[in-house]
């Protein structure tokens, strides 16, 4: 069983920056390919990026790909989320979700395993 907090939200103006972070519980972290996700008002869930086991494969939304950076640290149980630029159609819950992985490969499927709770993110025009 994994446990995912996630935590960094809250209010920005647009063209701010914001780093969410999501912490998991238990000592397998390293074998779980990690991905954020977001669902605004009225819509639904998205992909927002996706990281690797070890940090090195990564994929994003187009609609994020050059503002949004995903990272990993395996020593801490934390995935992190920086995000640039940030746009009012950026506002939405952000999730973080894992999913077991038996190699080191990123993970761009619907079915994932654990998800956080979700951490608000609102930016203002």
């Known amino acids: 069983q994994v446990q995912l907090k996630e935590s960094g939200g809250g209010l920005v103006q647009a063209g701010g920056s914001l780093r969410l972070s999501c912490t998991a519980s238990?000592?397998?972290?390293?074998?779980?390919?990690m991905g954020w996700f977001r669902q605004a008002p009225g819509k639904e869930r998205e992909f927002v990026a996706t990281?690797?086991?070890?940090?090195?494969?990564?994929y994003y939304a187009d609609s994020v790909k050059g503002r949004f950076t995903i990272s990993r640290d395996n020593a801490k149980n934390t995935v992190y989320l920086q995000m640039n630029s940030l746009k009012p159609e950026d506002t939405a819950i952000y999730y973080c979700?894992?999913?077991?992985?038996?190699?080191?490969?990123?993970?761009?499927?619907?079915?994932?395993?654990?998800w956080g709770q979700g951490t608000q993110v609102t930016v203002s025009s």
């Open positions: 979700a894992a999913v077991y992985r038996t190699g080191d490969r990123a993970y761009a499927g619907k079915n994932w395993d654990y």
């Open positions: 238990g000592r397998t972290f390293k074998s779980y390919a």
């Open positions: 990281i690797n086991l070890s940090g090195t494969n990564i």
